[in-house]
């Protein structure tokens, strides 16, 4: 059985850090590109960091750019997300998901494009 599970969230104060992670048992995803998404309360799900299967290229949303740090261990079938000065705005669920194609050229900013999802993992950012 495919799984994600994140881990890692949790309370904050503007400004602090968080570190997510994202494991991934029952299959290798070396060959996926991968990405972290967030939803916000009353908010679509929204594309936040993504990071390709080869040469580690990344891609961030504006508004986490020079944030938010995406990083991936393949011998660990792992994915980090390092979000660094938070704000309160922030504060969502954030889920990791695995690319439904394997060795995309192009990291997908579509959630449609992801066919495999944690479960989330609450990120709370006070002011």
């Known amino acids: 059985q495919v799984q994600l599970v994140e881990s890692g969230g949790g309370l904050v104060q503007a400004g602090g850090s968080l570190r997510l992670s994202c494991a991934a048992s029952?299959?290798?995803?070396?060959?996926?590109?991968m990405a972290w998404f967030r939803q916000a309360p009353g908010k679509e799900r929204e594309f936040v960091a993504g990071i390709s299967w080869i040469g580690g290229s990344t891609y961030y949303a504006d508004s986490v750019k020079d944030r938010f740090t995406i990083s991936r261990d393949k011998a660990k079938n792992t994915v980090y997300l390092q979000m660094n000065s938070l704000k309160p705005e922030d504060t969502a669920v954030y889920y990791c998901?695995?690319?439904?194609?394997?060795?995309?050229?192009?990291?997908?900013?579509?959630?449609?494009?992801?066919?495999?999802w944690g479960q989330g993992t609450q990120v709370t950012v006070s002011s």
């Open positions: 998901a695995a690319d439904s194609a394997m060795g995309r050229r192009l990291i997908q900013l579509s959630a449609e494009e992801y066919n495999y």
């Open positions: 029952g299959r290798s995803f070396s060959a996926y590109n």
